[in-house]
């Protein structure tokens, strides 16, 4: 899988290029700039990009910007967000276009190797990932006012988490030590409590959840 | 020429509009100069007189704060209604003096001297043009019901039953030469009642304002405004030194030591190494987050990256109950009054969030490319209200944080609520 990677700081980029490596990833371009990563995305055609949010030359939301603008020229083109810090505005408007394969995370979450990887397969797959605290704000806002949320169990409130967060029923299963089957009974709970459409597509159905929090129905 | 018409009509309708607004606002003025100056008058009499017996002197600060909550209130209302700029230039009261020191602190006060003087020409001088001003506006109107047949209210037609001005009311005849007269007043009052109300805030500005010793005011205002922004600058790096010592900084002291440890311990006993590698992880973690809590209260990440208005929409957007905005910059504006202008709001929606019980939050962020250009921006919450300014709340240390930039903060928010904080800040965009 040919990934383009866009990180300023030398450390942390050489970091990240190791550990792709060492995962069985190729690097198309590791890059520093804004403009570096524009051409990049453009030309090498990556099945996925890894691109941190601030960029030089400007040091503003440059990455993030560089990125919308290669998914509006290439509907889909599976990008991960890094950061230092997580803000519902840029998750909002990563996920304006609905299409999936956009990824949103903490850079602290390259610590764990084995669910970094795995976030950005399932990325490159077309699915979502959010960060857990970007999930965590939408939840605790909506949680003070918002009855049908305050309909569901502790354990339903669990499961809409990490699927919010873009895991499959397969992996939740793993995660809260259950059988699959039992998620998704969860799953069509929580989907009918909040009177959302039921989608076997496992990304629309991320997408359908993220809308809900974020704006409601 | 139908559009002259139209534009011609445009201009009219308009012109009635802004009549219709102003009258408003000048009927809205004669009550607010009347009473509340009345009111405020008293009360700073009796709390004076009170000194010597010393009841006074806790009454004292707290109905001046009112008298200048007043001010601030009129020196806002003469600014978005009359266009007057009237700045406020009250010394800052010191933190933490005992209530007799802020006494004569805020007497000695030259801006709060004027404030006093300033309460009896408002509820005469101040009163009366408000009133010409509605009245100019308002009693044509009469005139106008006497024509379309009011006037039966009064006479029979056979006898003098009224007197509208200086015409006798005695019949339909002269009811429409009273609806004459109100006419004339009417197109009189629309050119009229804007100056009235304009020349009541040039009055307002004329008492509030320090005229002669503006420029040795300014520089004492200047001066401890720079006294004030040293010294919360100085705290801010006594804190920020303070959680890095005993943050980030310990932190890493621990992870350096466990990996000193694993190295020794990896191969005698690998479990334990694999142990101490895990919490090292975790210290970095934590670190990280400790980090990121740091520099979020230092410059907020999206302030830099995007400026002031995304940056109060990603507040808006943290906070745990819903916020509407109405947020329009066209530019960015300087970095250390983004700075100001983002912990300003972000002070003011935490203490609503934390002590006004509010359900739902208002904020309206708008600058005005009038003379010079003056960032406003409004915080509403329908929470229980009773905010004040005094000293030491979180409020003063936001008067005081745009008082270096010669902002003006002003508080609305009467026991019940709902709440209102408006600021004001005089600048431009690039």
């Keep these: ?217 | 020429m139908n559009s002259n018409g139209d534009s011609g009509h445009g201009r009219t309708g308009g012109r009635l509009r802004n009549a219709v607004r102003v009258g408003a606002q000048a009927l809205f003025l004669t009550v607010v100069s009347l009473a509340g100056s009345v009111l405020l008058f008293v009360l700073s009499v009796v709390s004076l007189v009170l000194v010597p017996l010393g009841i006074g002197i806790v009454t004292t600060p707290w109905v001046l704060a009112a008298v200048r909550g007043f001010a601030d209130r009129r020196r806002l209302w003469a600014a978005q209604w009359g266009g007057v700029r009237i700045p406020s230039s009250y010394r800052p009261v010191p933190e933490g003096a005992n209530p007799w020191k802020r006494c004569l602190h805020l007497l000695g006060d030259p801006a709060v001297r004027r404030d006093l003087l300033w309460l009896p020409v408002d509820m005469t001088a101040g009163f009366f043009i408000a009133l010409l001003s509605a009245a100019l506006l308002v009693y044509p109107l009469e005139g106008l019901a006497l024509a379309a047949g009011l006037w039966r209210a009064f006479t029979d037609g056979t006898s003098i039953g009224w007197w509208y001005g200086f015409v006798p009311i005695e019949g339909q005849l002269s009811a429409l030469g009273a609806g004459a007269l109100g006419t004339v007043l009417l197109i009189g009052g629309v050119y009229a009642s804007p100056v009235l109300l304009r020349a009541h805030f040039l009055l307002v500005r004329s008492v509030l304002s320090s005229g002669q010793g503006e420029l040795a005011e300014r520089v004492r205002v200047l001066t401890a405004t720079r006294r004030d922004a040293v010294d919360t600058s100085a705290a801010e790096l006594r804190r920020i030194e303070r959680d890095l010592h005993d943050g980030a900084q310990a932190r890493l002291v621990a992870m350096g030591m466990d990996l000193g440890t694993i190295e020794a311990l990896v191969e005698k006993d690998p479990a334990k190494a694999r142990e101490l590698i895990a919490q090292a992880r975790r210290s970095s973690a934590e670190a990280l987050t400790e980090l990121r809590d740091l520099v979020r209260g230092i410059h907020p990440p999206v302030l830099a990256e995007r400026g002031l208005a995304d940056a109060v929409r990603a507040l808006a957007l943290r906070m745990p109950l819903p916020v509407e905005f109405d947020v329009t910059l066209t530019g960015r504006l300087g970095a250390p009054l983004e700075s100001a202008a983002y912990f300003a709001v972000s002070e003011v929606l935490t203490n609503a969030v934390k002590h006004s019980g509010a359900g739902r939050v208002w904020i309206d962020l708008h600058h005005t490319a009038e003379p010079g250009g003056v960032l406003r921006i409004a915080v509403i919450d329908d929470g229980c209200g009773g905010a004040v300014v005094g000293a030491g709340t979180g409020l003063s240390g936001v008067a005081r944080r745009l008082g270096t930039f010669d902002g003006v903060l002003a508080v609305d928010s009467p026991v019940g609520g709902p709440t209102m904080v408006t600021m004001e800040i005089p600048c431009e965009l690039f």
Aim: hydrophobic share 45%; glycine share 6%.
């Design chain 1, 1 to 217: 899988m040919r990934v383009v990677l866009a990180e300023d700081l030398f450390l942390l980029r050489d970091g990240l290029v190791r550990m792709l490596e060492a995962f069985g990833f190729e690097i198309a371009a590791a890059v520093e700039t804004g403009p570096e990563l524009t051409r990049a995305l453009a030309e090498e055609a990556p099945d996925v990009a890894v691109v941190d949010v601030r960029l030089p030359p400007s040091h503003t939301d440059e990455g993030l910007q560089c990125a919308l603008e290669a998914r509006r020229a290439r509907p889909g083109l599976p990008v991960l967000v890094l950061s230092q810090h997580v803000e519902q505005l840029y998750a909002r408007e990563l996920l304006a276009d609905g299409v999936g394969g956009i990824g949103y995370l903490l850079k602290d979450r390259v610590f764990d190797a084995e669910q970094f990887i795995d976030a950005v397969r399932r990325v490159a797959a077309g699915g979502t990932v959010m960060d857990p605290q970007v999930i965590q704000q939408l939840l605790s806002r909506r949680q003070a006012d918002d009855r049908p949320l305050g309909r569901l169990t502790p354990r339903e409130l669990e499961v809409l988490e990490l699927m919010a967060q873009g895991r499959s029923n397969a992996a939740i299963a793993g995660q809260l030590v259950v059988t699959e089957r039992a998620i998704a009974k969860h799953t069509s709970n929580i989907f009918a409590k909040l009177t959302l459409d039921v989608s076997d597509d496992d990304n629309r159905r991320v997408l359908a959840v993220l809308a809900y929090l974020d704006h409601g129905r």
